[in-house]
């Protein structure tokens, strides 16, 4: 409960529009077209039908939560209004965009009144700020689609289309182009945030990246550190940095001018330990040498996904644009890397050159593709690599991998590109502070039986603690490692129990960008209304 719980609210959504210029509070623009009426603001509670579909809008169904009502927004002022009711009767506030949060923070059972984001997800140009707005309720998807088609611009997101634009964006927002192009959260260059100040008046705030803005620190928290911490953000504007074009088809990232993909897949019976080894130290290595930015292999985006050993197969891919020139040569010398030295001849499967967009917005939910039908329960940990993992640490991974007693074909351990355009910015350019690694690791596991919860929970929990085991059981900055991504987030690391390092979860997110975090917490919530598991206190 916030310390504004007994108090009465000031109304207040703010002053002047000139507040859209100068970053001071702002009435909010139209969130839709001229004529068209947004719902809501629509109150559900567990009496009303459609309560249980709220329920399930999050995607890790081991979580679901139980609020005393949802509250479905479809514009800047219901937002205001929710937040204003909420803050008077003294109830924690848990905000929903794309659903896609995976570890509880919405559904704990402490929020009692959720905002919901589904209705608000406009996709527009502004020709006022020269920038795109998007709404949080967008969802991926809708995104690439709406930008390919109506400008022919990208955004370097996920590969996701179901993720919703108001977690992805303000945790960094990380895809296949973002080693060309950075991170979505570069290219933010102003939002707009519904917040409450000490006074306990609630307002909707613009801020800009214009450091004369008086609101310029909201803006730079919202870059990287994380959603639910200083409000409820309900626009986006974005366009790429040091473009000075006001030609709208010029001021995001060109979409791709096709997709190829070419895959390297070995059987796991023909994987040996020390084959194994050879091939991440392979994998890894190619990434230490190309993952420069401005480097030609910062074209070129990979991933590899080595599930348990009843899965049958590992799977290494690379990801270019092939009217570049120049790129198919890169996934050519890439794939061909792989295999140096392993032994195990893989298959290689390259596919024929197709539309950027469509196989981009048809990628299969995570949980199908590895074969789970039902609900999908899962537990993510990951941690951001500056080095490919050790000998040491990869002989761990095959323990894990291949261990007699757990089976389960859909827990992985996942390698994924990172680097090149993302670690052009200074660490505190942005609130996004890891800017010197090359690649992500996980460990993720997913299921759909309730009952077998604990037993992946500790499979997954233990991989991870063991491959960390040097660090304190997570990836503490060191030599080789730069933290986590607050993007896949793991309350874990608050729990001394998993987390022995001596360094906190928000150090892990936010490394030395923490202390100007919590300045921001401190200015614009002073009194904590926005709070969750692994909010910045």
Not at 102 to 120: H, S
Not at 154 to 174: D, E, L, Q, R, S
Not at 327 to 344: C, I, K, R, Y
């Amino acid at each position: 409960m916030s310390r504004l719980s007994r108090r009465m609210l000031i109304a207040g959504a703010g002053s002047a529009a000139a507040g859209l210029a100068t970053g001071v509070v702002a009435a909010p623009a139209a969130a839709h077209d001229p004529g068209e009426l947004p719902p809501g603001l629509t109150t559900i509670t567990p009496a009303d039908p459609r309560y249980a579909d709220t329920q399930l809008r999050g995607y890790n169904k081991r979580f679901v939560g139980t609020p005393e009502a949802v509250r479905i927004v479809g514009s800047t002022e219901h937002v205001v209004q929710a937040v204003r009711e909420a803050v008077r009767g003294g109830k924690r506030i848990g905000v929903r965009s794309g659903g896609h949060g995976l570890d509880g923070l919405v559904d704990d059972p402490a929020v009692k009144i959720v905002i919901d984001f589904t209705e608000m997800r406009d996709i527009a140009f502004d020709p006022v700020r020269n920038a795109f707005t998007i709404e949080p309720g967008a969802t991926l998807g809708q995104i690439y689609r709406t930008l390919y088609y109506g400008w022919g611009v990208t955004i370097p997101g996920g590969v996701c289309p179901a993720v919703g634009a108001g977690g992805h964006f303000v945790g960094g927002g990380v895809g296949p182009l973002s080693r060309q192009y950075g991170l979505v959260a570069d290219l933010v260059v102003a939002v707009e945030v519904v917040t409450v100040d000490a006074a306990g008046i609630v307002r909707a705030v613009v801020a800009t990246d214009n450091p004369a803005d008086p609101n310029y620190d909201l803006w730079w928290a919202h870059t990287g550190g994380g959603g639910g911490n200083f409000g409820v953000v309900t626009k986006f504007w974005l366009r790429q940095p040091g473009v000075r074009s006001t030609n709208p088809t010029q001021l995001l990232p060109k979409a791709p001018g096709g997709y190829l993909v070419g895959r390297a897949i070995w059987n796991w019976s023909d994987m040996t330990a020390d084959a194994f080894r050879r091939l991440c130290a392979n994998f890894g290595a190619w990434h230490e040498q190309n993952s420069a930015a401005g480097s030609a292999g910062a074209a070129l985006y990979a991933s590899m996904i080595a599930p348990r050993i009843e899965n049958g197969k590992i799977l290494i891919s690379g990801q270019v644009d092939p009217s570049v020139p120049s790129q198919v040569t890169l996934l050519d010398s890439f794939l061909a890397a792989l295999g140096v030295g392993v032994g195990p001849t893989p298959l290689i499967v390259k596919t024929p050159v197709q539309p950027w967009l469509q196989p981009t917005i048809s990628a299969p939910d995570t949980a199908v593709s590895m074969g789970i039908l039902g609900p999908p329960r899962s537990k993510t940990k990951g941690g951001l690599l500056k080095k490919r993992y050790t000998d040491e640490q990869i002989d761990i991974a095959y323990h894990h991998l291949t261990r007699a007693d757990y089976a389960h074909k859909a827990s992985v351990f996942t390698i994924a590109s990172y680097g090149g355009r993302i670690n052009a910015l200074a660490p505190n350019a942005t609130a996004t502070a890891h800017r010197r690694s090359i690649m992500l690791g996980s460990v993720f596991s997913c299921w759909d039986v309730p009952a077998d919860d604990q037993r992946h929970l500790d499979w997954n929990r233990a991989f991870f603690r063991d491959l960390y085991a040097s660090t304190g059981g997570v990836p503490a900055p060191s030599d080789a490692n730069e933290g986590c991504y607050i993007n896949w987030p793991d309350v874990d690391l608050v729990d001394p129990a998993h987390n022995g390092s001596g360094v906190s979860a928000l150090e892990l997110y936010y490394g030395a960008n923490l202390p100007r975090l919590r300045r921001v917490k401190a200015k614009y919530d002073p009194c904590g209304v926005f709070q969750h598991t692994l909010s910045i206190r």
